[in-house]
């Protein structure tokens, strides 16, 4: 978060002093990180609604639904969808472990970035035996 920050106030001209984004602020969404209410990439997009909007960032994640996804049903079953839709990169996955990460993108990509990903990455080892 603090490479967001300083890129954004250098992008902008602006000191620390004249951020958007207060200590507090940028306090409560490494507080959120933290415990694991949202990801990194969450993260990032909750930084611009705060830096553009303000706000209360506990209260933006409440209100646009933007926790992160740790349902592991949920996390499963986007898996084993696409797990019985590419069978293919089944089988290039065993043979390469680097493949998983296909699987761990399009794991993320349906359920639009907020699936945890230490949890996609670990049922992703145990549903295709690596």
């Known amino acids: 978060m603090i490479n967001e920050l300083a890129g954004r106030l250098n992008k902008e001209g602006k000191d620390i002093a004249a951020s958007p984004v207060s200590a507090a602020q940028l306090g409560a969404i490494l507080d959120?990180?933290?415990?694991?209410?949202?990801?990194?990439?969450?993260?990032?997009?909750?930084?611009?609604?705060?830096?553009?909007?303000?706000?209360?960032?506990?209260?933006?994640?409440?209100?646009?639904?933007?926790?992160?996804?740790t349902d592991l049903s949920a996390i499963e079953t986007a898996i084993d969808d696409i797990v019985a839709a590419h069978p293919d990169k089944v089988a290039d996955a065993r043979t390469n472990p680097k493949a998983i990460g296909w699987f761990v993108g399009q794991v993320m990509k349906s359920s639009g970035g907020k699936a945890n990903p230490q949890a996609v990455n670990e049922l992703l080892k145990t549903k295709l035996g690596i």
């Open 32 to 69: 959120l990180i933290g415990d694991k209410t949202i990801s990194g990439k969450i993260a990032k997009d909750l930084f611009e609604i705060v830096w553009s909007e303000g706000g209360d960032p506990r209260a933006i994640v409440e209100v646009r639904g933007m926790k992160q996804v």
